[in-house]
């Protein structure tokens, strides 16, 4: 469902001294149907990189990148909006949404996109929320209010709101209390169970063994020449 | 491909062909750049972001798209139809019906002496709808879309807010069924939090409706939440463009770079 080959990626800051700066090189990892692969490294080895380049808001500068049937390193806007609306969540760290919009409405978003009926995302939405302990008084308020924790459970149950075929989950049970943790980690589980691919990044390493089938470890990715 | 269509019909749209292309657009202003050799395709359903400080050309380059200013050079297809070899009846036609613009300031964009009501309704009326009652429920259907209360039909725009201005226009814009909306700093005058209501609205009708939209703004924050896809102008010229993410996240060009790290933080 994912597979990346021979990846690279670099940063050009041309407005300090058009520094060119290679970060990744010979990247390659292939994710099954039904299959959860963990990304380690230390921090600043690239993991989030790596992640980011398949969602494709950074470039990449070499390699392919296969999501199902499109390439993301090579895909026009409009595949990878198309792949974003259809085949790939992500679940990141932070919470973007538009002031003011209820959480019910944020968590139904994803499902509108693609054509669900109002009562059906709502009702979807509500499931979600509910099973990730996000109290019903709290659903027609914006998240943009709520502490940390909250905001990060409105990210994930977003996230889980449509059945992706393939998922990226940066970190999903970071300052997670451990009844919540045992919720993330079900959803996990059971989006592997309808088959879904998943690529994580998850620190707390209980979690990474429990739902992790394999481990790939960013640091042989790391260019051999020095910057 | 036919040249007919009446104002109502609903037309067949195919998502993979786009619907606005152009290629090469240029204006000038004698020795003066306004924008240079400008292309791009829109696709039905796509918010394309022009950003860029003032002075960039992205305010020319919507005014040359809408036909409000005549390009010097190049080529702009609607819908498989030559814009710019169009009689100025024909697109000014295509202006009342399939086209919108919403400027940054309402008062350009209303006619403030006339009831809000009347304001939906006389673009009814410019695309032929003859019928009184049929007006006025349509006008009021619009005027409940952008959260303006029935009770406000028949008050005048210049006795509304500034944020409930803006939802007028949009109302009066969107009321004809246009398939593509030019919108110039549309939450430019307005409060923070009257920006997020019209944000949360405008991503609605964009989703519902199945709108294209250009939309220009200096306010990064605003595209990031809107636009699909992302141009950045700098000095006329198109120096980026891309997935909004990707261009705000990874920005290539030292020009985009230096106006993503200029962002304040909140």
Redesign the interface.
């Known amino acids: 469902m994912i597979r990346v080959e021979n990846l690279s990626k670099s ?5 300090q001294g058009s520094a060119v700066i290679p970060v990744m090189a010979g990247a390659h990892l292939s994710i099954q149907p039904g299959e959860c692969v963990g990304l380690t490294g230390q921090s600043g080895s690239g993991k989030s990189t790596l992640m ?1 380049m398949v969602w ?4 990449a500068a070499g390699g392919s990148i296969m999501v199902g049937q499109t390439d993301v390193a090579t895909a026009e ?2 595949q ?2 198309a792949l974003r609306r259809h085949t790939l969540g992500y679940v990141s760290q932070f919470l ?6 209820p959480t019910l409405d944020v968590v139904a978003e994803p499902l ?2 693609l054509g669900s009926p109002l009562a059906d995302a709502r009702a979807k939405a509500a499931d979600l929320l509910q099973r990730l302990n996000i109290p019903e008084r709290l659903w027609p308020l914006s998240p943009t209010t709520f502490s940390g924790g909250e905001q990060q459970r409105v990210n994930i149950a977003r996230g889980f709101a449509h059945a992706y075929p393939a998922l990226l989950l940066d970190e999903p049970t970071a300052s997670l209390d451990a009844a919540n943790r045992e919720v993330v980690l079900t959803l996990i589980e059971e989006a592997k169970a309808r088959g879904a691919a998943i690529l994580g990044i998850f620190h707390d390493e209980g979690a990474r063994a429990r739902v992790c089938d394999r481990l790939v470890d960013v640091t042989g990715f790391t260019p051999k020449v020095a910057a | 491909m036919t040249l007919h269509s009446t104002e109502f019909s609903q037309k067949i749209r195919d998502p993979d062909q786009p619907l606005l292309k152009v290629e090469g657009l240029t204006k000038r202003y004698g020795p003066r750049i306004g924008c240079l050799d400008v292309s791009f395709d829109l696709y039905p359903g796509e918010v394309l972001g022009i950003v860029g400080e003032s002075g960039s050309g992205k305010s020319t380059l919507l005014s040359c798209l809408a036909g409000h200013q005549r390009a010097d050079l190049g080529r702009i297809a609607y819908d498989g139809r030559d814009v710019l070899g169009m009689s100025e009846t024909e697109r000014r036609r295509l202006g009342r019906t399939d086209w919108a613009f919403v400027h940054q300031n309402p008062r350009d964009g209303l006619r403030m002496g006339v009831s809000a009501g009347g304001n939906v309704g006389e673009r009814l009326m410019a695309v032929g709808a003859r019928h009184y009652g049929d007006i006025r429920d349509k006008a009021q259907d619009w005027l409940g879309r952008v959260e303006i209360a029935s009770d406000r039909i028949d008050d005048r725009p210049s006795a509304f807010s500034g944020g409930m201005q803006q939802r007028l226009q949009i109302a009066r814009n969107l009321v004809t069924g246009p398939r593509l909306v030019f919108m110039d700093e549309p939450t430019g005058g307005l409060d923070v939090s009257v920006q997020a209501r019209l944000l949360d609205l405008l991503r609605g009708l964009v989703r519902d409706l199945g709108l294209s939209v250009i939309i220009v703004t200096h306010d990064l924050a605003v595209v990031r939440l809107l636009a699909h896809r992302l141009m950045v102008m700098k000095s006329g010229r198109v120096v980026e463009q891309g997935l909004t993410d990707q261009v705000l996240d990874d920005p290539q060009h030292a020009y985009t770079q230096l106006l993503v790290s200029s962002v304040l933080q909140v």
Not at chain 1, 96 to 101: A, K
Request: glycine share 4%; charged share 20%; net charge positive.
């Open positions: 940063f050009t800051l041309h407005n980011r494709g808001n950074y470039l806007p409009r990878i909006i973007r949404v538009v002031p003011r919009v509108l996109a």
